[in-house]
């Protein structure tokens, strides 16, 4: 079986290790290969620049300190300017934009001497001032590195110096590297293929070896003993750990035979156990349902309550509500009669000024009549002074006479004297007639005055009585408005109480549902255990026929 499984494998481990091994080797190698020659690459082509800006530089410095003489030995100097061909570098010397010296020959084997250098080297070198250096320049119909650097005479650009070498060179130096490079990394991928094998070979070996002693162990002979060696750590592991399974194995073999004859036991046990638990759960499935049907006549007992509770509780709000109607009644009615009592109080201020106002009358009547009186004496004085004076002008009518002629002046005195007198006594006697009505007027007034103080002492008497009927009602209106902040308050905590009843009749009410419902489902659930206590009596007996069967599976293993 295990034969099978191994000619159906598609890699084997050899292969793998081998594989596993070569891919990273060889990707690594053409990794390193391929920067080393791109670095390579750019270090030739950083050299040749930099050879070339040499070149230029000291041709500059050559030519550049006699510019004048050049016409003279320009010739003689063409040994200097072919000096660097056995470098690869090729030099020219511009006059101007015009080629004057160059170790270039053209097909002919002539010098190029007298052409003209290109737009960009002389937009770049003569115009601008600055080296210009550039690749894939094509001259005389060849490519080239090339740095172009203008000649300064006494501060003006009098031409260019020119290094350049042929781009074919260089990149027959890059390859000749780069083959170099490949060369080497092949010999090293073949010695550490070689190397790779000889390891896998040895990983491999002692791995076969576990392996066929796991199908002598999977074949059920577990008392076959073995010995195999490794130098690798990993496989030292697995051989252990082979021989540990083995011997554990071994014990699991030989407790499962125990514990298989223990479980046929316990089998049997456990089916006498499951038929009396099957007739207890019968008996309490008969009395859940008892208990079911007397939670539910609770649950619709306990729902009625809590209707009585709500109606309660709804009569407690409306009388809440008609004790804060009252309390507000009452708080008006308070506030009527304390301006009642204030109103009172300014009847009985105004009652007071008015008994003072009539004392003060009747004071000033009293008065009055005093004066008639002096008025009286006055006038009984002027009616006495009135008649004296009539007999006076009697007494001088009469002398007044007995002269005669000569008292005819005298009598018109005494005549108008009687008049006055008579005048005099007529008004005494009006003003006593006044007098005396004043006088019974102001008796009138007296007797007024004190009717008028009587009542209003009276009238103070009663506002007196109605001022502390006011405070004893006043005083009842305070007990009652207390009274009935105590009954609010207690409203108040009796409709906490009504809450907290609803609330727990309630959740009472909840619970006896639940109750109900967990009856139901208790019942459910027995009926539900009834039925897998059949299912474990049946799963004992097929438990019992398989433990049968695991002593037979068991005995396959030999010791």
């Given at each position: 079986m295990n034969n099978g499984k191994q000619n159906n494998a598609k890699l084997s481990m050899l292969s793998m290790l081998i594989l596993f091994g070569i891919i990273p080797l060889v990707v690594s190698t053409l990794t390193v290969c391929t920067i080393a020659c791109l670095n390579l690459k750019k270090q030739l082509i950083t050299a040749t620049e930099e050879k070339l800006e040499i070149a230029c530089e000291d041709a500059k410095d050559y030519f550049g300190f006699d510019w004048d003489e050049w016409d003279e030995y320009a010739e003689t100097d063409e040994e200097y300017i072919d000096s660097l061909q056995d470098m690869g570098i090729e030099m020219?010397?511009?006059?101007?934009?015009?080629?004057?010296?160059?170790?270039?020959?053209?097909?002919?084997?002539?010098?190029?001497?007298g052409t003209k250098a290109g737009d960009a080297v002389i937009e770049e070198v003569l115009k601008n001032g600055n080296m210009y250096i550039a690749h894939n320049v094509v001259i005389n119909g060849e490519e080239y590195y090339v740095c172009y650097m203008p000649i300064e005479v006494e501060g003006e650009i009098m031409g260019m110096s020119f290094a350049g070498s042929r781009q074919q060179n260089v990149t027959a130096a890059v390859n000749s590297a780069i083959i170099t490079l490949a060369i080497i990394a092949t010999i090293i991928a073949v010695i550490f293929v070689g190397i790779i094998i000889l390891v896998a070979q040895i990983v491999k070996k002692p791995l076969k070896q576990v392996a066929d002693e796991l199908d002598i162990i999977a074949e059920g002979n577990i008392g076959h003993d073995f010995e195999i060696h490794s130098i690798i750590a990993e496989t030292i592991s697995i051989i252990h750990a082979t021989k540990q399974v083995q011997d554990n194995l071994r014990d699991i073999v030989n407790e499962t035979k125990s514990m298989a004859a223990d479980l046929t036991d316990n089998i049997k046990n456990v089916d006498k156990v499951s038929d009396d638990l099957s007739e207890s759960a019968e008996q309490i499935n008969m009395a859940m349902e008892e208990l079911a049907l007397a939670a539910t006549s609770m649950a619709d007992d306990v729902q009625d309550v809590n209707v009585d509770v709500l109606s309660m509780g709804d009569n407690i709000s409306m009388i809440s509500q008609n004790i804060e109607s009252l309390r507000d009644s009452s708080g008006m009615i308070s506030s009527v009669s304390d301006t009642a009592m204030k109103n009172m109080n300014e009847v009985?201020?105004?009652?007071?000024?008015?008994?003072?106002?009539?004392?003060?009358?009747?004071?000033?009547?009293?008065?009055?009549?005093?004066?008639?009186?002096?008025?009286?004496?006055?006038?009984?004085?002027?009616?006495?002074?009135?008649?004296q004076t009539q007999m006076l002008s009697l007494n001088a009518s009469i002398e007044a006479a007995r002269v005669g002629e000569a008292g005819k002046g005298f009598a018109v005195v005494a005549d108008n004297i009687r008049q006055l007198s008579e005048q005099s006594s007529e008004g005494a006697n009006a003003i006593k007639t006044l007098a005396a009505e004043i006088m019974e007027q102001s008796d009138k007034s007296v007797v007024l005055v004190d009717e008028i103080r009587e009542l209003i002492i009276q009238e103070q008497e009663k506002v007196s009585e109605t001022r502390e009927s006011f405070n004893e009602l006043n005083r009842q209106i305070e007990t009652s408005i207390g009274q009935i902040g105590e009954i609010s308050d207690k409203t108040g905590v009796l409709d906490e109480n009504k809450v907290s009843i609803t609330g727990s009749v309630q959740d009472l009410s909840a619970i006896s549902e639940e109750n109900a419902a967990s009856n139901e489902e208790v019942t459910a659930n027995l009926q539900t255990m009834v039925e897998n206590i059949?299912?474990?009596?049946?799963?004992?007996?097929?438990?019992?026929?398989?433990?049968?069967?695991?002593?037979?599976?068991?005995?396959r293993f030999r010791q």
């Open positions: 020219t010397i511009f006059k101007g934009d015009t080629r004057f010296l160059s170790s270039i020959r053209d097909d002919k084997g002539e010098r190029i001497a009985m201020e105004s009652s007071t000024k008015s008994v003072r106002a009539a004392e003060n009358i009747s004071e000033q009547i009293n008065l009055t009549n005093g004066s008639i009186s002096k008025i009286n004496e006055t006038v009984k004085f002027i009616q006495n002074i009135a008649g059949k299912t474990v009596t049946n799963k004992t007996q097929e438990m019992n026929s398989k433990a049968h069967k695991l002593e037979n599976v068991i005995g």
